[in-house]
Nanobody, 122 residues
Framework: QLVESGGGLVQAGGSLRLSCAAS????????MAWFRQAPGKERELVAS????????YYADSVKGRFTISRDNAKNTVYLQMNSLKPEDTAVYYC?????????????????WGQGTQVTVSS
């Protein structure tokens, strides 16, 4: 019910836009988020946005470079990534939180996409 796209290989300083197409009950979610997992590291929250667009969160490591947004008419969530760095290399996952709770915590997200690889070369 969540399908990511837009990953790929880009040089440092470049940009990518990830998309997450939601279907079914997932787009009526309380919040949507992007997580990422780099090799050998735990999955971390990158950005999150509520259904009303009133609240957004960004990890310190991406603040000022990444922007999360959602287009309710298209049932799609985006992650615009600018000024990419090699340390942004990871598999990026879209996730949906249906029931609220602590939106900083991975376990409160009920649905997950399959992930899309982002590789930033130096």
């Amino acid at each position: 019910q969540l399908v990511e796209s837009g990953g790929g290989l880009v040089q440092a300083g470049g940009s990518l836009r990830l998309s997450c197409a939601a279907s079914g009950r997932t787009f009526s979610a309380n919040a949507m988020a992007w997580f990422r997992q780099a090799p050998g590291k735990e999955r971390e929250l990158v950005a999150s946005i509520t259904d009303s667009n009133r609240w957004t969160y960004y990890a310190d490591s991406v603040k000022g470079r990444f922007t999360i947004s959602r287009d309710n008419a298209k049932n799609t969530v985006y992650l615009q990534m600018n000024s990419l760095k090699p340390e942004d290399t990871a598999v990026y996952y879209c996730a949906a939180n249906l029931y609220g709770g602590n939106l900083y915590m991975e376990r409160t997200y009920n649905y997950w996409g399959q992930g899309t690889q982002v590789t930033v070369s130096s």
